[in-house]
């Protein structure tokens, strides 16, 4: 990466459960937490070579790993489920080179 003239980047996948602890699944939240810090500490050390490090934070995503918190739940409002689509186009923002280029040590 360090080789590209511009536009290397690196985007992390975390989670809200990185931030909110109040989730019933403590380790998995923990973790995320650790990779939130990780994509600041990441950037850092990176943007000397040009290397840009983001990441996105989705809260409850329309999948088959989560499918026991979404499906056939009543107190889930089906539109605050979101899609792998929605997740994708987050993540072609930020890998952007002309979008996302000013964004640097962030989870979003």
């Given at each position: 990466m360090r080789k590209v003239?511009?536009?290397?980047?690196?985007?992390i996948v975390s989670?809200?459960?990185?931030?909110?602890p109040g989730t019933p699944i403590g380790l998995y939240g923990?973790?995320?937490?650790a990779l939130d810090n990780m994509v600041k500490w990441m950037a850092q050390e990176l943007m000397a070579d040009?290397?840009?490090?983001?990441g996105i934070a989705?809260?409850?995503i329309k999948t088959k790993f989560s499918?026991?918190?979404?499906?056939?739940?009543d107190t889930v409002r089906p539109e605050s489920v979101g899609t792998i689509e929605?997740?994708?186009a987050v993540v072609a923002t930020l890998c952007s080179s002309?979008?996302?280029r000013f964004m640097n040590g962030e989870v979003y």
């Open positions: 003239d511009s536009g290397a980047n690196v985007c989670s809200v459960g990185g931030t909110w923990s973790c995320k937490a040009g290397i840009r490090v983001t989705p809260g409850l499918e026991k918190l979404w499906k056939d739940n929605d997740m994708g002309q979008d996302g």
